[in-house]
């Protein structure tokens, strides 16, 4: 049995017949952490509603590593090995309308402080593929972006966090 939604079948099914050419498709990432707090983000620029959750494009930006414009490695194998998904967090220093400092927090700790403090240690971490049949436009919905439909595409355990002063590194190992 599948987990997509027929609207995504359907374009799945059009794309592979050549009757679409054109999508696109954005990550969501749910982080729920070992104390019961859930983290949700998007590596769109707007908000996305998808499977009962508003993931936010607001705060904490995902894949964007200012120093070496790296983005999103996964690491997918055959046999028993552990797949890897390694993705950067960059959370904003500075709140660009209000001034104030450390604005994207996990908790009511500043979002690199509490990562490298051990916020995100064995958190649960899920990686889902919302898809749209073209690039949504203003006006946006503030209860976000409704996307055809979404396809999880990695779910594991955080294993290593490396911070430095403006970034995020974090491995995930998947459950095996």
Not at 69 to 94: E, N
Not at 138 to 165: C, H, R
Request: glycine share 10%; net charge negative; with cysteine.
């Amino acid at each position: 049995m599948s987990d997509i939604s027929p609207a995504l079948q359907q374009l799945f099914d059009d794309i592979v017949s050549g009757a679409n050419k054109t999508w696109c498709d954005f990550d969501l990432y749910t982080i729920t952490l070992a104390g019961g707090g859930v983290l949700l983000y998007t590596t769109a620029d707007f908000d996305i509603s998808a499977n009962g959750n508003l993931y936010s494009a607001g705060g904490v930006r995902v894949d964007q590593d200012p120093n070496k414009g790296t983005k999103t490695q996964a690491h997918w194998k055959l046999g028993l090995d552990t797949d890897t998904w390694v993705v950067i967090f960059m959370p904003r220093p500075v709140d660009p309308v209000s001034g104030a400092a450390f604005p994207d927090q996990i908790g009511n700790v500043p979002w690199i402080q509490a990562a490298s403090g051990g916020a995100l240690d064995s958190a649960d971490f899920q990686v889902d593929r919302a898809y749209f049949t073209a690039i949504p436009t203003w006006p946006m919905s503030p209860g976000g972006q409704i996307p055809l439909g979404t396809k999880t595409i990695f779910a594991g355990i955080v294993a290593e966090v490396d911070t430095s002063d403006l970034v995020a590194a974090i491995t995930v190992n998947d459950y095996r």
